[in-house]
């Protein structure tokens, strides 16, 4: 059977975007292949998604993990390389902002294979930022974009990309709604921590691991603005290393490794305040109506300021006010997408 559509994806919101879609590809009659690139390859990031959402697993899982990123997409692309010459899809799909994204990106067109991109349009507008660069290269290569806001969608006109872009709507809203009534509490949580007495923290981006300064800086930020009697820290595993590493007392907070992500959506929706450096979290807290202060000076979701409930800790940007209602869409945007490649690729 041919290959409709070549799926390539590495990390946690990546794997749950993918199923969503996966669903309304079968729906549409469309046939998919699924690569795992590795990129998250601990199994609390990766397998553990598919077993608990009873799922199967991605046709092929490459080693890609624990690289430098320059070293990882090298790795990815030389693997991709072979794979996608082998498999040889009508187009391939890429997700996002990661590593994964952009191997996936390069190796389509030089391949001369078509190129989607759903969640395109982002923009944060800060090119230090590895996955600011990931996802302006990824859009201007590609020749199908889904962008899940209309901002997003306004970012691309700016840059004078106008061809074949559609505002889709946010896959992610879609997976909140699909999967909410599977939401579970981790087992390793205290009982003594419940809805309403904690705050949930996260912390990995690159810029606030890189020093000691860095990271000792957003724990002290946490705990001077945090009212909650807990404190529940989601610990990424280069996170835990860095702790480690700089020998930095986080004996305040409770903490817990990775999650499925059937239990970190319940920590979310049941927390009282969520401190974040993470782009996909602040957006799935607007979701649930949390209040939120992203731990960075931009956002590529400006849409999440509009309400209040997202602020920046610089408290320097101006709240956007949305004329949206639902600036996320409606919750099918995954059928869109499939609907829209599915007509595409039987022209």
Not at 14 to 34: D, P, S
Not at 179 to 205: A, S
Request: hydrophobic share 35%; net charge neutral.
């Amino acid at each position: 059977m041919d290959t409709d559509v070549l799926t390539i994806m590495g990390t946690r919101p990546q794997f749950i975007k993918c199923l969503t879609l996966r669903k309304e590809y079968v729906n549409a009659g469309i046939n998919e292949i699924l690569i795992d690139t590795g990129q998250h390859y601990e199994h609390n990031m990766s397998k553990v998604f598919f077993d608990q959402l009873d799922q199967p697993p991605p046709d092929y899982t490459l080693s890609n993990g624990g690289l430098s990123k320059l070293k990882m997409l090298s790795s990815m692309i030389k693997d991709l390389e072979i794979l996608v010459a082998k498999i040889k899809p009508k187009c391939i799909v890429v997700l996002g902002d990661t590593v994964s994204t952009l191997a996936g990106s390069l190796v389509a067109k030089q391949l001369s294979i078509k190129l989607v991109h759903v969640e395109a349009g982002l923009r944060s507008f800060d090119k230090t930022m590895p996955e600011e660069q990931n996802r302006i290269i990824s859009d201007h290569l590609s020749d199908i974009l889904f962008c899940p806001t209309n901002t997003a969608v306004k970012n691309l006109t700016d840059e004078g990309i106008s061809k074949n872009v559609y505002f889709s709507g946010d896959v992610m809203l879609d997976a909140s709604k699909r999967f909410k009534k599977y939401f579970v509490r981790p087992k390793q949580l205290p009982p003594e921590v419940v809805r309403g007495n904690y705050d949930l923290i996260t912390i990995h981006r690159a810029d606030a691991l890189i020093s000691k300064k860095n990271l000792l800086k957003r724990i002290e930020y946490v705990l001077d603005l945090s009212n909650s009697f807990f404190k529940l820290l989601l610990i990424h595993p280069h996170t835990a290393k860095k702790v480690k590493e700089y020998d930095i007392d986080t004996s305040k907070f409770i903490s817990l490794p990775p999650q499925g992500y059937l239990e970190t959506q319940w920590l979310l929706q049941n927390c009282t305040h969520f401190f974040t450096d993470s782009g996909g979290m602040q957006k799935e807290a607007f979701f649930f109506k949390i209040p939120t202060t992203t731990m960075r000076d931009t956002t590529e979701w400006p849409e999440t300021l509009g309400d209040g409930k997202n602020k920046l800790w610089n408290s320097i940007s101006e709240k956007i006010k949305s004329q949206e209602e639902n600036p996320f869409g409606d919750g099918n945007a995954s059928e869109k997408i499939a609907n829209y490649l599915k007509n595409h690729l039987r022209t």
